[in-house]
């Protein structure tokens, strides 16, 4: 599966991005997932969503964050909303079925000044 993610920008604080990650292929039996890396910080999950639509989110983003999907579409999407300074990251896409089905798309840069 080949993931193409776009939406990063540079936003102020309070302010609000959607990220959307389109996959070349079917991502009906896919879990799918936002993953931030800031500068200088390992590679972090944001929010998951499973074949089944049940989400996770990390603590830090819960009730500013959600994670949709559209599988007719193969997208999914991340509405980030009430950003802050340290929500400043690249944003990856990420496709899991298995150890061997493991994708990620190209990264979207997220810059939110205050």
């Known amino acids: 599966v080949q993931l193409q993610a776009s939406g990063g920008g540079l936003v102020q604080a309070g302010g609000s991005l959607r990220l959307s990650c389109v996959a070349a292929?079917?991502?009906?039996?896919?879990?799918m997932g936002w993953y931030r890396q800031a500068p200088g910080k390992p590679r972090s999950m944001a929010a998951t969503i499973t074949s089944g639509g049940n989400t996770n989110y990390a603590d830090s983003v819960k009730g500013r964050f959600t994670i949709s999907k559209d599988n007719a579409k193969g997208t999914v999407y991340l509405q980030m909303n009430n950003l802050k300074p340290e929500d400043t990251a690249v944003y990856y896409c990420n496709a899991l079925l298995s150890r061997q089905y493991n994708f990620w798309g190209q990264g979207t840069l997220v810059t939110v000044s205050s």
């Open positions: 292929g079917s991502i009906s039996g896919y879990t």
